[in-house]
């Protein structure tokens, strides 16, 4: 069924989902009643969001994907599920296709119906929901850096190789060496769950080093299973640590410029997937950053903020509610120079926004796009907020409808930032001046 959806051939055997699906409940049946009680309004929701799409065809939530169908592994209805479908299919035709955020439904390799986003991550998210690593004390100190420095950044690269060919994170593993940044950053997130084995086999064996150091944030993912892995074998390992430790913030510093890494995961809410940022209230990183902010207002010199999460909605539209980082981060600079520069993951597509005016131009960018499948995003298309995407086609036959991935590569002049957005093949995908030389039929 090269176009559409098969339930009858998920890419794990019946056999590994009956036993994923009984780890599953295992974690379930340990937990709290009060934690049951608070989580099953967001799995109500979940499993409503795949009804819905089982009948209509409807895109589901991406917020409640990790759990789209625990309620029916939890009740031993996911069989239900499969023959519903089969039913429904050959009168409803419904076609494997791209959502409005770029999600491709499919049960493909990390795509919105792979069983693992499920089963793996669920099973982890159940089982640490009542652990999670202590946040280091303290606050980390300057790491000096070269006025003239490059530096690449790559969000959510952490799957490993996948698939017949070089998956998108190990071409860049390869291709980003060649351009010899001085740092390397990874945005967060390792697939499935930022357990020790994941973090291993998926990040550390495939992160390019750089020559200066390598930096890596937190992310939702990685707090799935408590944090620990991330700041034991990550931050404290030997491709990171050596800057970081015990850190999941960081910042480094020029004569022109500050650069700030902050950990929009750790504090995010649990019972709600770790899916939208924050800061935490009471965390040390709000006293950092407003020092931060101060010290480089006194002194002129330039912002450039680092988050997992997202600071604006997909499309980039400001609303009278900005989401909850955005809030913290922008009081943090209250009646200071806001930042230059913010850039972020999470999301997994690549895009420059226009600068935000009523914020000194503020210029916006997401790079989740490190190593997820991701389709043509409708969104940005239709967003008057968006200066350019990621929309050219991958040309993968294992997944006909994937737009490329790529990463970011930043080069340091004094006071000037030059930035550019690379894809997967090592071509140069949009620069602010240029824009995207590549002609690609979308």
């Known amino acids: 069924m090269a176009n559409g959806y098969n339930f009858n051939d998920p890419p794990l055997t019946h056999a590994q989902q009956e036993a994923l699906a009984a780890r599953l409940k295992t974690a379930w ?32 939530d991406p917020k409640v994907h990790p759990i789209l169908r625990m309620k029916s592994y939890l009740t031993d209805d996911w069989e239900g599920h499969r023959q519903r479908f089969n039913q429904l299919a050959p009168a409803k035709a419904i076609e494997l296709k791209v959502g409005p955020g770029g999600e491709i439904l499919g049960t493909g390799k990390y795509e919105l119906l792979d069983p693992l986003w499920e089963l793996e991550t669920g099973s982890v998210w159940l089982e640490n929901l009542l652990h999670k690593h202590p946040f280091p004390f303290g606050a980390p100190t300057r790491v000096e850096i070269p006025d003239e420095v490059t530096i690449a950044l790559a969000g959510d690269f952490g799957t490993g190789n996948f698939g017949a060919n070089d998956s998108p994170s190990t071409k860049l593993s390869k291709f980003i060496p060649k351009l010899k ?15 020790s084995g994941e973090e291993s086999s998926k990040l550390l064996n495939f992160w390019p080093k750089s020559s200066l150091a390598s930096f890596a944030l937190n992310s939702n993912h990685d707090m799935y299973s408590g944090g620990g892995p991330y700041f ?10 050596k800057f970081q430790s015990p850190f999941s913030f960081f910042f480094l510093e020029n004569s022109n410029w500050i650069i700030i890494g902050l950990d929009s995961a750790y504090y995010s809410g649990v019972l709600d997937l770790y899916m939208d940022g924050t800061l935490g209230s009471n ?12 010290s480089a207002h006194q002194n002129k010199k330039k912002v450039v903020l680092l988050t997992h999460h997202n600071g604006l909605p997909e499309d980039g539209v400001l609303t009278a509610a900005p989401l909850r980082l955005f809030t913290e981060v922008m009081s943090a600079f209250q009646g200071l120079t806001p930042p230059a520069y913010w850039y972020w993951g999470h999301k997994h597509m690549g895009v420059a926004y226009n600068p935000l ?29 968006v200066q350019w995407f990621e929309k050219c086609n991958a040309k ?11 990463f970011v590569f930043q080069e340091f002049d004094q006071t000037n930032l030059a930035e550019t957005f690379y894809d997967e093949q090592g071509r140069v995908a949009w620069t602010p001046t240029g824009g995207d030389p590549r002609n690609c039929a979308t």
């Open 232 to 241: 034991n074998e990550v931050v404290g390992g030997p491709v990171f640590n």
């Open 357 to 385: 005016a009523d914020h000194n131009g503020l210029l916006c960018r997401c790079l989740g796009h490190a190593a997820l499948p991701w389709g043509f995003a409708s969104v940005l298309q239709n967003s008057q907020r």
């Open 29 to 60: 049946a340990n937990l709290p009643e009060e934690k049951k009680a608070a989580l099953k309004p967001l799995i109500e929701k979940a499993d409503q969001e795949f009804a819905s799409y089982l009948e209509t065809g409807t895109v589901p």
């Open 396 to 406: 993968d036959p294992d997944s006909p409808l994937r737009v490329q991935n790529g």
């Open 283 to 294: 965390s040390a990183q709000v006293p950092f950053l407003r020092e931060l902010a101060q």
């Open 181 to 195: 940044p001085d740092i390397t950053i990874h945005m967060g997130d390792v697939y499935y769950a930022g357990t």
